[in-house]
């Protein structure tokens, strides 16, 4: 028996040192790059890009998972997931998934997961085609190939048009589908799908914007439209109870400008911090703290995401990635790039990888 084990000892080992360099273990991917902060953001450098091709479109969402040494890109066009290693600067795995990206994609932290929503024919025959959409979560196997898992599906009568978009939660056990009124939440560990209204007084909140999980996954940021005071709005915060969701704090917006609006909303990975992007500007918020940190002017933003150790804030605008200092409420630095249509930072701040409108995924860091 020990020798057995003994001779598979000896197998593996062989194998792993034919095998091509992987840092597939926590950390040894990291390694490789210096942490990022306010003091060396002019020493970084781009690694390497990535085309998606012609006809892949935008990169609608991205992802780095250093830990794994990869960045995972969705083509909005092409339907395809883009898994790219980021030390061997290679091509790992190209995936089609089903997901009309029209309606939001989002890319689990540590790209295992994949939401969306897809469109199926059922019933050709007719002279009107009928349809039923369905909403799909795409999960990772051992070889970095994709199945997708129907969630469930969406009739004719139950607003797919009106979908305002989709979310996995940090922590990948929850999926959130939302509408103008309610959201859906899906347990994906229990396998409990919860239908919830968020609108409890339908004369005020008229409409729900953007959401965004709080890192713990425990809270829930929600922006609304108010129509009924001259369409302005705000951002509520609710805690999860349950299948249900409890006002927790709510944020007015001080500039007197419309909320509903918004393109954007993130927590800070510490959830200390609360940012979005309107028509008008940026507003940060401190959880704590009833008020504005402070709006700052940007007619052309596109993407907001924290540093990991939440002390800066990156804002992709039309030309470049603006870096915001949150402790001394300047801008620090400015990178010129093309359009930015997505963005991710690693934890550590070891790398960061943005997604452009041309296809291209740009992965910076400092060696």
Not at 222 to 232: K, L, P, Q
Not at 281 to 306: E, P, Y
Not at 358 to 364: A, D, E, K, P, Q
């Amino acid at each position: 028996m020990k020798k057995q084990l003994f001779s598979s000892i000896l197998i593996a080992l062989i194998l792993l040192s034919c095998t091509p360099t992987r840092f597939d273990q926590p950390d040894q991917a990291s390694q490789q790059f210096i942490s990022f902060d306010k003091n060396n953001l002019s020493d970084i450098s781009e690694i390497s890009y990535l085309s998606g091709g012609g006809d892949c479109g935008e990169i609608s969402s991205i992802q780095v998972v250093l830990e794994k040494d990869l960045v995972y890109g969705y083509c909005s066009i092409s339907r395809e997931l883009i898994i790219w290693n980021i030390s061997l600067k290679i091509e790992e795995e190209r995936s089609v998934l089903d997901i009309d990206v029209d309606l939001g994609v989002s890319i689990s932290k540590d790209g295992s997961s994949v939401l969306g929503l897809s469109q199926r024919i059922i019933n050709s025959n007719s002279e009107s085609e009928e349809f039923i959409y369905e909403v799909l979560i795409c999960v990772q196997d051992d070889s970095l190939k994709y199945t997708s898992l129907h969630l469930c599906e969406l009739g004719e009568d139950e607003y797919f048009e009106a979908i305002r978009g989709i979310h996995i939660s940090p922590n990948g056990k929850f999926a959130l589908v939302y509408y103008p009124f309610w959201y859906e939440l899906y347990d994906l560990e229990n396998n409990e799908d919860y239908y919830v209204g968020l609108s409890g007084d339908a004369d005020y909140y008229v409409d729900i914007g953007y959401m965004a999980f709080h890192p713990n996954s425990k809270k829930l940021a929600v922006s609304f439209r108010d129509t009924a005071i001259r369409s302005y709005g705000d951002v509520q915060i609710f805690q999860l109870h349950g299948p249900s969701f409890m006002l927790y704090k709510g944020y007015k917006d001080k500039s007197n400008q419309m909320l509903q609006t918004v393109k954007d909303l993130e927590f800070s990975p510490d959830g200390k911090w609360l940012a979005n992007i309107t028509d008008d500007g940026i507003n940060v918020w401190r959880i704590n703290i009833l008020k504005t940190h402070r709006l700052l002017d940007f007619k052309s933003a596109n993407i907001i995401a924290f540093s990991s150790d939440s002390e800066l804030l990156f804002i992709g605008t039309n030309d470049e990635l603006v870096v915001y200092n949150l402790s001394a409420k300047e801008i620090i630095y400015k990178i010129k790039t093309p359009n930015i249509e997505s963005l991710s930072i690693s934890n550590g701040n070891q790398i960061l990888a943005w997604g452009d409108s041309s296809g291209f995924i740009h992965i910076l860091g400092i060696r």
